[in-house]
């Protein structure tokens, strides 16, 4: 029990600290680091052989990333997605989420003949799969241009736009929602840093 806990444990911290990383590097950049720190989680378990604490470890190191994944990506999907298809895409994490989970449950049932240590190795050779592709695929991905504006890289945030939404980076509509979001972050810079008790006290 604590085994498998301890992974939603990793998620808790993941989700709190790891996330910082998307205001630090980017969050196409923090996405492909938190898929790194998966894989070393996955490669932790697999290799285990007759430490329990080593699988502990790995399964910590993993939830750390799933934590961290489980805020930057819907973070990345609302400020990259085009307006008229961002709720149809952030609904569409939630749901290859639960795909995922059957998926999980398929290869348990799939794995159950196997009378060694193929029953679980199996599923966690799987994620590798998972971890690779999206590394791959964030690398033709535009960086999020809320981040870009927030860093004052306008240039780029308007190819962002204009990759996004599939116009000229010249298009009036394209410097419109620059100079909307970048009022939008100058308001949100302007009213201070919040702290963590006026989180919790809402004052």
């Known amino acids: 029990g604590l085994i498998v806990s301890i992974f939603n444990i990793g998620c808790a911290f993941g989700s709190i600290f790891l996330s910082k990383t998307a205001d630090m590097y980017g969050r196409r950049l ?10 070393v989680g996955i490669l932790i378990q697999i290799t285990s052989v007759d430490k ?110 204009a990759y996004s939404n599939r116009v000229s980076a010249e298009d009036p509509s394209v410097y419109a929602l620059v100079e909307e979001l970048d009022a939008a972050i100058r308001k949100e810079e302007s009213a201070g840093k919040a702290t963590w008790g006026e989180l919790i006290t809402g004052k």
């Open 52 to 161: 329990w604490y080593q699988y502990f470890i790995g399964r910590i190191i993993s939830g750390l990333a799933v934590g961290g994944i489980g805020v930057i990506s819907p973070l990345f999907i609302s400020e990259s997605a085009p307006k008229h298809l961002r709720g149809a895409l952030v609904s569409c994490y939630q749901l290859m989420i639960t795909f995922g989970i059957f998926l999980g449950y398929c290869t348990n049932y799939g794995t159950k003949v196997y009378e060694n240590s193929a029953q679980w190795r199996v599923g966690l050779g799987l994620c590798f799969f998972w971890a690779i592709m999206m590394i791959i695929g964030m690398i033709s991905m535009p960086e999020s241009p809320r981040f870009l504006i927030r860093n004052n890289r306008l240039d780029e945030a308007r190819k962002s736009i």
């Open 30 to 39: 923090a996405l492909m680091i938190m898929m790194v720190i998966y894989i």
